[in-house]
């Protein structure tokens, strides 16, 4: 009776968990498919591109329209110096960034032992830029950035992404600094260790994922930004990669086989990292999903 029940038993779950792996695997093609559609068209003529359904691979394959996106062609300019560009600026943000959110993050974490409502009532306010849209501050961050100087410049697209993503980082940190153990820091603040230490000797190497987990969220928001790069460059030397290949659907018209190129060359950077980091972003947010345990 006992081994039918259990024989039961592991045959329910070995169908429950074959239905599962037909799900994951219909949610898997479903979220590729964008992608193969966008790599497939790009290896298509513009002609087979705007006649053939996306999904139908290229008669006669051709990296013509990558190299077109990429290296572009008369007065069109192509991604290359784009991506180039956008990476001097995306780099340094995004470092900055994390490293500054998470020193926010401690600090209001170190603030809340003494004064509770003083920390959560600051941090409150600081977290409202995270939920502020970029849209609703055009005209000040213009202005703010012409009267310092700063518009059309490298550094200005710099500051105004900190503006947004500094308090982003801030409140991803603080979600992963509560399950450092309180007595480590009271034990190193008795050694006479300062708050600078205690933060990146003691309290860093034990939250390292999650600041890992959050430098790769602010790289992937920093990266599909279109906004920002869009209203505070004005010329085409300041042209940057979100913008650029907006072009490429829109001000150069409508070329099918080209805007899927140019598509493809811009996820590329975000792909490479997620491919390569991916496991460290998923812990990251499984451990937000459990209150930040186990980081």
Sequence with gaps: MEKRISRGNYIISSIKYALLEVVAAILMIMWLVPLYAMILGGLKSNLEAASTPILLPPSKPSLDAYAFAWFGYATIPGLEPTMLRYLIVVVPSVLLSTIIGTMTAYFFFILSEKHGILSNSLFSIMALATFLPIETVTFPLIELETSLNLYNTYIG???????????????????????????????????????????????????????????????????????????????????????????????????????????????????????????????????????????
């Design 157 to 295: 697209l710099i500051f105004a992404l900190l503006i947004f993503y500094v308090p982003t980082s801030a409140l991803l940190m603080s979600i992963f600094l509560p399950v450092v153990p309180r007595y480590l820091m009271e034990s190193a603040r008795m050694d006479g260790a300062g708050d600078w230490t205690i933060l990146w000797r003691i309290v860093f190497p034990l939250i390292f994922p999650g600041f890992l987990s959050t430098l790769i969220f602010v790289f992937l928001q920093i990266w599909n930004q279109f906004f920002i790069p869009l209203i505070l460059t004005n010329t085409p030397n300041m042209l940057m990669l979100p913008v650029a290949a907006r072009f490429y659907t829109a001000a150069y018209a409508l070329i099918y086989n080209r805007s899927f190129a140019a598509g493809v060359i811009s996820s590329l950077i975000p792909l490479i990292i997620f491919i390569f980091l991916g496991r460290y972003f998923i812990r990251g947010l499984a451990a937000l999903g459990g209150g930040a345990k186990g980081v």
